[in-house]
């Protein structure tokens, strides 16, 4: 099994910085690549931003720009900056971790989520 914590949310004002954090822990052999989605009321879950299996990182275009995904191998730990936040961003931010075998995702944890506010 793996868990996922993340820490960080919060409320801020439009145009403010929240800096999310996603600690890994249990069986991660497998684990080959981790990220961020978020899902405001009413709305689907969204990509955010992702570590690929590959290394390499995804945004989803709304944050191109804004957010930064980076990570920690040593703590098995992903973070997101989030800056210039807007009413938007608003949502519960989700951190995943996947097992992928090829471009399949076989297999993907959750963290509990946390919660993101911006005030307009």
């Known amino acids: 099994q793996v868990q996922l914590v993340e820490s960080g949310g919060g409320l801020v004002q439009a145009g403010g910085s929240l800096s999310l954090s996603c600690a890994a822990s249990?069986?991660?052999?497998?684990?080959?690549?981790m990220g961020w989605r978020r899902q405001a009321p009413g709305k689907q879950r969204e990509l955010v931003a992702s570590?690929?299996?590959?290394?390499?990182?995804n945004y989803a275009d709304s944050v191109k720009g804004r957010f930064t995904i980076s990570r920690d191998i040593a703590k098995n730990t992903v973070y997101l900056q989030m800056n210039s936040l807007k009413p938007e961003d608003a949502a519960v931010y989700y951190c995943?971790?996947?097992?992928?075998?090829?471009?399949?995702?076989?297999?993907?944890?959750w963290g509990q989520g946390t919660q993101v506010t911006v005030s307009s």
């Open positions: 570590f690929t299996s590959g290394g390499s990182t």
């Open positions: 249990g069986n991660l052999f497998s684990i080959n690549a």
């Open positions: 995943n971790a996947d097992v992928v075998a090829g471009k399949v995702v076989t297999r993907r944890y």
